[in-house]
């Protein structure tokens, strides 16, 4: 696999598949998120396997809404990727990936991102450019929409996001097969802890924004986590957290994936 990471303002790069794709909220916020349509190249090594046999492929897309079914968290922007059957991004009960860590500590999905790109397993993949932001996260009670491309090789699912406020909280779908076209898929998913971080619920730990009991939010390290991904039990106000507003009884998001059949020819632009 060959990808090219070409970033520049406000351009598109179609050459190398990177471009903008232009989103708007339910909550009728606007956002550039970033777009990385991974390049296969394929090597030729003897064994009479030809481009034309991937590009031949039948293309659709899969478009995933997102909603946010907590009082009191936020969502940072979903990484979402498709892939090939056998990818995972984390195994409950089992230590999780650093850089699948980092994006439920920190709510930056760039190492996470860097990791799929460099995979074959991978095809397409979204992130947002840029760490949490105001205008980035999903709200309470708001959702988000995605589209991504996908083909009958890569025709699997995963898809994180941070909760904020909390120390390393995520919510994910984990290498689901995409649906058929005209039949939507609906789930509703739990927060995981990612077991790297003691949920001390302190200001000095937690990134922001949107944490009004924090002045100024941390983002420090404090270690002790429980060494493995699990299902996360709530916020209990041992720290600053207010666990009032900020608990949470599972599930905490519905996501609903559709599969729509052919190839946009330009960045999408979705409504909810």
Known sequence: MMVYFVLFHGAVCTWCHLRLSTLRYSGGVFMQWLRISLMLAVVLLGGGFSAQTVLAQEEFRYEITITNLTRGQYFTAPLVVTH???LRLFAVGEPINPQLAVFAEEGTPTALAALLAGTPEAKDLFITAGGPAANTLIN???????????NPQFDHLSLAAKLIPTNDAFIAINGIPGPPINKPATMFVPAYDAGSEQNDERCASIIGPNIVECENPGG???GG?????YVH?????????TAAVRDWRSPVARIIIRRVDGTPAGPPEVDL
């Open 84 to 86: 090939k059957e056998n």
């Open 140 to 150: 309470p009670g708001k959702s988000a929409t995605v589209i991504i491309e996908g």
């Open 220 to 222: 420090g390290h404090p």
């Open 225 to 229: 986590g429980e060494g493995f991904v």
């Open 233 to 241: 039990n709530g916020i209990h106000g041992v720290g600053n957290l």
